[in-house]
């Protein structure tokens, strides 16, 4: 089985631009979590999403971020004019389970690093 | 809100000592515990949870981590450590309702010296 695919692996962008990053979850799963890691501040949850639901965005900066999973294709976390500070990498984990169930363990992809010059 | 705290930044051992890293939770309910690791520009790994039932709980590569309701702790624990084991260690935790998302802990550096 393939697992939580991302990409890209690396994007550099400058200031200004627009940084699109890519996740497909593994097979089977249908709910999406994006984390931003930032040097010696941890993972920072973003956003959960499920097929065409944004379930939890209470992570996400309430300017330029936005995240979707549609019915077909990956989940995108899109950023938009991007600064310094977006510099990170973002990781994206998928899980089959739905709100409300028992847990089991989120599984993670390779992440997306991110660099603004 | 749940959070977790892995209060140490590093933690050096030698080669063939016990490891332990540390991490406390804070949560409404019973928790569910996780540790994860990760190597240098990789993603993050699972490596074992505590849900319910014994405290004691077993994982990947050796390791096993201890839930202790009355401390709020959850360290993790290996009898031996291996130079392959230095890597950052994150500990999270979720709370029995609402939605799946885990709260992390910054993670703890692990340098096992040969």
């Known amino acids: 089985n393939a697992g939580v695919m991302q990409n890209p692996r690396h994007l550099v962008r400058r200031r200004g631009q627009e940084a699109r990053l890519r996740c497909s979850p593994m097979k089977g799963h249908s709910h999406v979590y994006w984390y931003r890691q930032l040097p010696e501040e941890g993972l920072k949850f973003m956003v959960y999403l499920q097929k065409e639901n944004i379930i939890d965005e209470s992570g996400m900066p309430k300017e330029r971020f936005s995240a979707e999973f549609p019915k077909e294709g990956p989940s995108i976390l899109r950023i938009q004019q991007v600064v310094r500070g977006d510099s990170a990498a973002y990781f994206c984990?998928?899980?089959?389970?739905?709100?409300?169930?028992?847990?089991?363990?989120?599984?993670f992809g390779e992440g997306s690093r991110l660099t603004v010059l | 809100a749940q959070s977790v705290a892995q209060p140490e930044d590093q933690v050096n051992v030698a080669e063939g000592n016990p490891l332990t890293v540390k991490c406390t939770y804070s949560v409404s309910g019973n928790p569910y515990l996780f540790w994860y690791v990760q190597y240098p520009n990789r993603g993050l790994q699972f490596l074992l949870k505590y849900i319910t039932g014994d405290n004691l709980v077993k994982g990947s590569y050796g390791f096993e981590a201890e839930f202790n309701k009355s401390q709020t702790s959850f360290h993790l624990k290996k009898p031996s450590a291996l130079v392959s084991d230095s890597a950052l260690y994150f500990c999270a935790v979720r709370g029995p309702y609402g939605n799946n998302r885990l709260a992390f802990g910054k993670g703890n550096q692990v340098v096992v010296i040969p």
């Open positions: 984990a998928s899980s089959p389970l739905g709100q409300g169930t028992n847990t089991g363990e989120l599984f």
